[in-house]
Structures are given as structure tokens and as C-alpha cells.
């Protein structure tokens, strides 16, 4: 039977990533990028797909964990003679930092997948079978042997080749190694995405093991963080640098694709691209944490990616354009659950939001480094990014679009998108009273209240009592709470807080919320949204309610698989699905953690609402509270405007 999702840990190298189940089954790679095809695909076929794996009678997995501040994984396996340690990695090292001006690569790559074996107590006496499945799964392997130790087989542009320190033989479409082991005795086994045989560093395959694990303490250790959920939060950190793509920039919003939303087929999407929006909150992230060089990096690849255009697209290729999207029928699917999608057809919806999430954390990066952080030629193109993303507003933010999800129907002038617009040009009005174009923010402060005008107005339906999904329609969202970080909405409203409770009442399930319960075109239902859980918390806390988002936020930790990583969707029994795992989920896991608290601190120290109506962005980084409390947000370059009326 196929695994759960969430039966798996991820590692990984900052080009590519594996998924390795409790008994050290390497049953998802694709290689050498995330956007290649899957070398192991077992993950969405358990008959046709390729794996790495270890067998030996009577072997049981026994406890597994990632080595102290690190992205390497430690497999404990019971065998029925002895103990078996297997340690698992994806080997890098760190590249040095030039200052201000360096960009590129924080680590330089091995390109190869290392597998240490150690008999920790008896005998252990095992086969590691390697079966790769070339072409999604539809083409023969074929390996041939290089001397004793080494084989490769490749198809096409793919291929594979093992390098280990027992003998090798070749059996069918695989390719086996054979060791016993006793107590104290070690071993290892090398995977490459080449046809020829990886190079051992200087001091054996073991060095590897050493400079990675070097690399991630030592990046683990500059994060800043504390308080009571700081072990999730650097998990989640660690995790999220692992769907780093180096070379470009880019940030995927998963390493895996297929992996159904819901028990019923339709909705299993290939995550292996950049998502702007995904992206944004994850440079949010890692700046809150006071990690600026995976922010430079994002705004370094959008800047090539996408310079010289007129508007985003929603989503991007992590070095080249995102492939049509089409369904690979013969795979059957995790539990039978298909279509198999790659590619991605969301490429070129109009989503509004993605213009405010990008200047948030732009704004974000400005705040904490000042414009000098950004670099010379960044720097340089600031006043024109700027200016592109609200001018695009400027023009757009009147008509209908996708929405933040991204349905499979009609545009609706979405309540969160129109939200965001008045983001994009708050955000906007701020960064240019620092670095430019001053001469635009009259403009930009004039669009932006009409803005908030209208969605005040046009998004409220008195009869339901809440503000919706979009204008006109009764539905409601699990994206409203995050509107509430941003001074989108009036955290502390009568309006505000009767939408939250509607929220909790309609698409809630204990602390998990539901981002909708609409028609979106799609066949099926999905299950509950883990960010929109997560959000719901961060609303809470924005209203004053600590305690109750604090326990809210420890009830959602249980969600998480016993290595703390989340899965997209979680369904009302608790099981895990979706792409796995999930950026979307991780950054806002951090964001809410460090959010809780700052407001624990501020409430120590004077008591008032957390942080009232300051942007959470504010708040995280501990910035002054200022002065008065108006009924809405502080409005950069004017004065603050009267809140509409309340229902």
C-alpha cells in the first residue's frame, strides 16, 4: 500500500530533494532539479515506480530524526540479528559570503546523494536494491557495471550511477548492493544524476557527511528565534531552505507534484515551480528570522525572470518557462488517486494579490537592511519595480480576476484581492518615501483609499453579517484573517469580528479551517487549508485574543508528521494531503510563531492589544507602536482615514 503523505522526511541540497520514508525508502527524487523528471517516482505509483530502498527479512523501522540543527536524516531500523543506523544526505558546502553586493549561491553543491550505513549493535545483514524509473516510469533500465563498485543505466537525457563500498551486481532493472555488517562497521553508497561514476572528495565519502553538516548548523545558528515554539520554527526554516532552488533564486512551492487535495481525482497540481505569492511570504520569513540573503536571492530571480515586464505572472519556471500542463495517464497515483498532472496551466491567471505580497516583503527587506541591503544593481531597479508593480495595480485593480486560489471559473472581484491592492499601494507609498519615486505617492494614497472605499462597501453583505468571498456572493474565505496582518481590515472592527466567527462556524473543524466551501469548478472536495489555520491564529492574536490563539496554535502543531513538517491540506480526521511539504504552510507556521511572540512580549510589557493595528510585519520586527489609535491602520504619506460604518 502507498504511504501516507506525511510518512516522509525530506533532504535535500538546494537544487533538488528527496522524500525518504520510515524505512529509509528513497521513494521520491527527481533529479539534478526539482523540475526534472522523478528518477524514484514510487511516491505516485507503488507497482511502476522507481525507489531506492533496503531489504532484509524482518527489518522494522525504529525511530528516525534529523541530526541537531541540520538537514541530514538519521533512520534507526531493528533487523532481526542487530541494529542498523542509516544516515541520509544531500551533500553541500558553504560558498562564502562577499557582503552587501554578493549574490548568487550561499552553498555549493556535491550534486549526489550519499547513504551511510552503520550496524550500531549485532549483525546486520541487508540489500539495498537502486530501480530507477526513467521517463515518469515508461521507459526499460538498463544498468551496466563500471568495475566492481560502481554501475550506471540512463535514458535519454536521464540518468543515474552508484558508486558503493561493497560489490555491486546488476539484477533486471536494478541495481543491488549486498552487505553485513557488524557492530561498529560502516559502509556507504553514492547516487548520481550522471552516466558516469561520482568523484569522491578528499577524504572519502565521509568528508561529505562532515562539510554539510558544518553548513547547516552553521546557517541554523545565525536564525533568530525563541520563545515556546522555536524547535517547530527552525524546523520549518530548515525546511524551507531546502526548497531554495540556488542556481536562480527561485522557490518552489513543493518539491513534489500529484498529490491529491482530496480523496477524489481533479485537484493534484505539479508544485515544483516558483509561485510568487508562495515565494513573497517565504522571503517574509526567513527576513523576520534575520536570514536577508534568501530575500536578495528571490528579488535577484524576478528581476531576471521577469524585468523588463508589464505586470507578475503568477507563477514561474525556477529557470525556464513552466511546461504546458499535462496528465500522465499511465501512472496510477498516490492510492489510485489520478490524474498524475505536470505542468501548470495557473501560469497565466490574472491574481491581483501577488503584486501587494511581493512589496511586502520588500517593504519587509527595506525596513530591516535599509536599501543599501539590496545591493548596487538592485538598488538601482528599485524606484522602477516599484513603480511597475503599483502603476500595474493602478490599472487593474478595478476588474475581476482568479482570486488567491486560483478557481477553475470565472473571474469575481475577490474581496482578499482587492484587499491587496490597497497593500500594493500602501506598501508602494511607504518604500517610495524611502527610496523613490516620492513624485508618484500622491497618486498611489488617492487610488489606494478608493480602494479601501469600495471593498468596505461592495464586500460587506449586511444579511450575512461578514465580509465574503467576492462582491455579490454569500460564500466566505479562509483568506480574510491574513488580511487582518496586513491593515488590509481593521483587526479590532465589529466587522471583523463577526467574519472570524463565521469562519470558525462554517468552515472550521476544531482549530483547522477550510479555505471555502463553494463551487470552483474542480470535481471533488478538497480537504481544510493549513495556512488558513494558521492565519486564523495570527487573526486572533491581532484582535487582542492571545490565549486563545496561543492554544490554537499548539492544537495545530499535532498536525504536523513527528519530523514537524506539514503537509498543504489536512483533512477534519487529521490525515495529510496535498504536495508535500508544503512552503505555503512552513512560512506562515514561522510568521504566526514569531507573531505570538512578540505579542506575548508587548503584552508583558504594557498590557494594551498585542500590537492593535499595526501591520504584523510591524510587529514581528518590534517596530514602534506610534502615536493615537485611530480606527484604522496608519496610511503612509497621509492622514489616517475614518473607517467606513459599521453593519
Known amino acids: 500500500m502507498d504511504r501516507d503523505i506525511d510518512d516522509y522526511a525530506l533532504i535535500g541540497d538546494m537544487r533538488s530533494a528527496a522524500l525518504i520514508g520510515r524505512d529509509a525508502a528513497i521513494d521520491w527524487l527527481c533529479w539534478p532539479r526539482f523540475d526534472s523528471p522523478a528518477l524514484f517516482l514510487r511516491l505516485l505509483d507503488s507497482h511502476r515506480g522507481g525507489s531506492c530502498t533496503l531489504e532484509a527479512e524482518g527489518l522494522r523501522p525504529r525511530e528516525r530524526r534529523y541530526l541537531p540543527r541540520t538537514n541530514i536524516l538519521e533512520t534507526t531500523l531493528s533487523l532481526p540479528a542487530g541494529e542498523l543506523t542509516v544516515t541520509d544526505l544531500m551533500p553541500v558546502r558553504g560558498r562564502g559570503d562577499a557582503g552587501p553586493e554578493d549574490i548568487g549561491p550561499d552553498s555549493e553543491a556535491a550534486g549526489v546523494l550519499m547513504r551511510h550505513f552503520r550496524c550500531d549493535r549485532g549483525r546486520a545483514d541487508f540489500t539495498l536494491r537502486v530501480a530507477p524509473s526513467f521517463d515518469w516510469g515508461r521507459a526499460e533500465t538498463s544498468f551496466h557495471l563500471h568495475g566492481t563498485h560502481g554501475a550506471a543505466a540512463h535514458h535519454g537525457d536521464q540518468a543515474l550511477s552508484v558508486l558503493a563500498s561493497a560489490p555491486l551486481v546488476v539484477e533486471g532493472g536494478a541495481c543491488l548492493a549486498r552487505f553485513s555488517l557488524r557492530a561498529g562497521e560502516e559502509a556507504w553508497i553514492v547516487l548520481a544524476p550522471t552516466p558516469t561514476l561520482p568523484s569522491l572528495p578528499e577524504g572519502g565519502a565521509m568528508a561529505w557527511l562532515a562539510e554539510t553538516r558544518a553548513y547547516w548548523e552553521e546557517w541554523t545558528g545565525a536564525l533568530r528565534c525563541g520563545g515556546e515554539f522555536h524547535e517547530m520554527v527552525e524546523r520549518s526554516a530548515l525546511c524551507l531552505k531546502l526548497l531554495c532552488y540556488a542556481p536562480s533564486g527561485g522557490i518552489v512551492a513543493a518539491p513534489t507534484l500529484g498529490l491529491p487535495e482530496g480523496w477524489r481525482g481533479g485537484r493534484n497540481w505539479d508544485y515544483r515551480y516558483t509561485w510568487v505569492r508562495d515565494a513573497s511570504f517565504t522571503v517574509s520569513a526567513f527576513l523576520s528570522l534575520g536570514h536577508s540573503h534568501e530575500a536578495a536571492e528571490l528579488l535577484r530571480f ?346
Open 302 to 647: 524576478l528581476d531576471t525572470v521577469d524585468g523588463n515586464s508589464d505586470g507578475l505572472r503568477v507563477l514561474y519556471g525556477i529557470e525556464r518557462d513552466v511546461p504546458p500542463e499535462q496528465s500522465l495517464d499511465h501512472l496510477r497515483g498516490w492510492r489510485g488517486i489520478r490524474p498524475v498532472l505536470i505542468g501548470n496551466e495557473a501560469e497565466e491567471q490574472l491574481q491581483l494579490d501577488i503584486y501587494g505580497n511581493v512589496l511586502i516583503a520588500l517593504d519587509l527587506f527595506v525596513q530591516k537592511l535599509g536599501a543599501e541591503g539590496l545591493g548596487e544593481r538592485m538598488r538601482a531597479h528599485l524606484p522602477r519595480l516599484i513603480t511597475r508593480l503599483a502603476d500595474k495595480v493602478m490599472r487593474c485593480w478595478h476588474v475581476p480576476d482568479r482570486g488567491i486560489w486560483e478557481m477553475r471559473k470565472p473571474d469575481l472581484h475577490h474581496f482578499h484581492s482587492k484587499a491587496m491592492c490597497w497593500v500594493t499601494l500602501d506598501r508602494a507609498v511607504k518604500l517610495a518615501e524611502q527610496v523613490g519615486p516620492a513624485e508618484r505617492i500622491p497618486d498611489w494614497c488617492r487610488v489606494r483609499d478608493e480602494i479601501r472605499a469600495e471593498y468596505e462597501e461592495r464586500g460587506w453583505d449586511a444579511k450575512r453579517g461578514a465580509y465574503t468571498q467576492a462582491y455579490g456572493e454569500p460564500a466566505l474565505d479562509g483568506s480574510f484573517p491574513r488580511l487582518l496582518l496586513f491593515g488590509a481590515v481593521d483587526p479590532l472592527s465589529e466587522r471583523s469580528a463577526r467574519t472570524l466567527a463565521a469562519i470558525d462556524r462554517e468552515l472550521g473543524v476544531g482549530p483547522l479551517i477550510y479555505r471555502y466551501r463553494t463551487d470552483d469548478g474542480l470535481p471533488g472536495q478538497e480537504a481544510t487549508f493549513a495556512a488558513c489555520a494558521f492565519w486564523m491564529v495570527g487573526a486572533l492574536a491581532a484582535r487582542g485574543e492571545l490565549d486563545n490563539a496561543r492554544q490554537r496554535f499548539r492544537a495545530l502543531m499535532h498536525y504536523s508528521n513527528d519530523l514537524g513538517l506539514f503537509s498543504e491540506e489536512i483533512t477534519a480526521d487529521g490525515i495529510a494531503m496535498g504536495n508535500f511539504p508544503q512552503a505555503f504552510t512552513h512560512m506562515t507556521v514561522i510568521t504566526i510563531a514569531l507573531l505570538l511572540e512578540r505579542a506575548a512580549q508587548e503584552m508583558e510589557r504594557h498590557n494594551p492589544p498585542p500590537f492593535g493595528r499595526r501591520p504584523v510585519e510591524e510587529a514581528v520586527q518590534g517596530q514602534p507602536t506610534g502615536e493615537g489609535t485611530t480606527d484604522t491602520p496608519r496610511q503612509a504619506g497621509c492622514e489616517a482615514q475614518p473607517a467606513n460604518g459599521e453593519s
